[in-house]
């Protein structure tokens, strides 16, 4: 039997997580069965259980992929964006989180992942370690930008990552109109109006 490359294994695992993000958006994590899944990626029980153990496993890959790529995207820009005022790099994290969620509904599994994380020990843990290391991405741009803020950055920090659920949570219930302004009212608050 011919080995089965690497590109071949990721693309296939891709595959799966695909089509559980299909299911789970449009269904709901606890609506959905493994079996749901199954059907809905075309592969048998032996492949999909070759990647994963459960259905938990892969809530957690999904939630952990979707926040690895935030992450990654808004330390690149942090990176080259040095002199950029925050208000400038908050909202291209909105606008990057808009966008993710216009493709595959990131918003509705983002709000499923949270209420997870309350019943998942293992969920909650991902999800605190990547908080904090959002929140430092974003303590760090306040810092570069506003040094003399060093005892109000964790603070600050703190209130601007609060942002990002809060348009999650909006993505996710409301009409699409009702979020269009958005991010023009987080640039016009940071900005001092």
């Given at each position: 039997m011919p080995k089965v490359s690497a590109e071949h294994r990721e693309a296939r695992r891709e595959e799966i997580l695909c089509a559980a993000r299909r299911r789970f958006a449009s269904e709901g994590f606890h609506a959905t069965s493994m079996q749901d899944i199954l059907t809905e990626s075309g592969m048998s029980a032996g492949a999909v259980y070759r990647y994963f153990n459960s259905k938990s496993d892969i809530v957690s890959a999904i939630a952990c992929e979707n926040m690895s790529e935030l992450l990654a995207s808004l330390e690149s820009y942090a990176d080259a964006a040095a002199d950029v005022p925050v208000a400038d790099v908050v909202v291209a994290v909105l606008q990057r989180i808009r966008d993710k969620h216009e493709s595959d509904r990131l918003a509705r599994l983002a709000l499923q992942v949270w209420a997870e994380s309350a019943r998942d020990p293992e969920l909650r843990t991902q999800f605190c370690s990547?908080?904090?290391r959002f929140r430092a991405i974003?303590?760090?741009?306040?810092?570069?930008?506003?040094?003399?803020?060093?005892?109000?950055?964790?603070a600050i920090a703190g209130a601007l990552t609060a942002l990002v659920p809060g348009f999650l949570h909006q993505l996710a219930l409301l009409d699409p109109e009702a979020t269009a302004g958005f991010e023009i009212?987080?640039?016009?608050?940071?900005?001092?109006?």
């Open positions: 990547t908080h904090h974003v303590r760090n741009l306040v810092l570069r930008r506003h040094p003399d803020l060093e005892d109000d950055a964790d009212g987080v640039r016009r608050m940071l900005d001092g109006f």
